[in-house]
């Protein structure tokens, strides 16, 4: 691509320079320079985006805490499990 680039400039300065206007190439050349900017911009703002998640120990904390224990033996009660792995069993019910 570079060489049919560079391979059009040149043949469009000389046929510039012998009194013809050739608007194909320059219309390649704004083209490519586009897609480079757009290319630099979508990186860029990828870039922003992203962001490492990272484990917040005071807020893993929190929310420990905030847990309603109150509803844990409920929760055990209606959800059977199996005494040697605790993998769920099934609803009561069924």
Partial sequence: MMQLTILLWVRSKADCQKGKRMIGPMICIAGIVACVVGSVHCWLTYRDAVRTARVDPERVR????????????????????????????????E
């Avoid at 905030?66 to 605790?86: F, I, T, Y």
């Fill in 62 to 93: 929190r929310f420990v805490e905030s847990a309603p224990l109150h509803l844990l033996d409920e929760l055990k009660a209606r959800n059977r499990v199996c005494e040697c792995c605790g993998a769920p069993l099934g609803a009561q019910g």
